[in-house]
Structure formats: C-alpha cells, structure tokens
C-alpha cells in the first residue's frame, strides 16, 4: 500500500488557494484601475498601482513554492493522494478561468504561474 504524504498535499493545496485569491485580487483591482482611468482619478489609480505591485510581489513568491513543486512533480505526484490531486486540478482551473480575465500586460512577468501537469 502506498503511503501519502499529508504534508506534501496541503503544501500543494495552499500555495494554489494562496494563488487562486491573489489573482481574484489582481483581477478586481486590474478591473477598477480600468474604471479609475476612464473617470479620471489619478490618486486613486496611484494606489491601486502600489495594491497590484504588492499583490504582484506575493504572486511571484507563491510561484516560487509551486515551482519548487513543479520541478520535482515525479516524485511529489506519488506522494499526493488522489483526492487531493483532484483537488489541485479544480484550483487550478479555477485559477486559469480568473487569469483570462487579467489583461496580458497586468500579469505578473506576463506569464502564467500556475504549472500544468498537476
């Protein structure tokens, strides 16, 4: 019998829950941005600016924890439960579906952070 590592999962399922927030958060402050620019209000816009960059900065350290995870899938997968792994893949579509709605130039690095193959 297989044994799963707990530990690996949750790691797994936060660092995408983490994600999945932070791009809705990117997501909704792009979008008010774009309102703030068309009624022209440029302070507001201004820290809104300062919340994505910040949002941004969180993103690419989640991405870093993914990575890490990508980068050694193998041997990770194994140690993943199925039901978690089912888990990970609805996060990560849901992730995919808010990314679409991100204008390519407000993404972070204009690259997608979440990894396929989960």
Known sequence: MRKYNAKASMELLSLLKQQRYLYHQLKMLTEKQRRLTETNTPESAIEIIF????????????GNGLQTIRTNWEKISGQIDAEYKIQASDLINQ???IIKGIPP???PGNELMVGAGV
């Open 105 to 107: 130039a407000s993404m």
């Open 51 to 62: 919340g994505r960059r910040k949002l941004i900065e969180k993103l690419q350290e989640s």
């Open 95 to 97: 992730i995919q579906e």
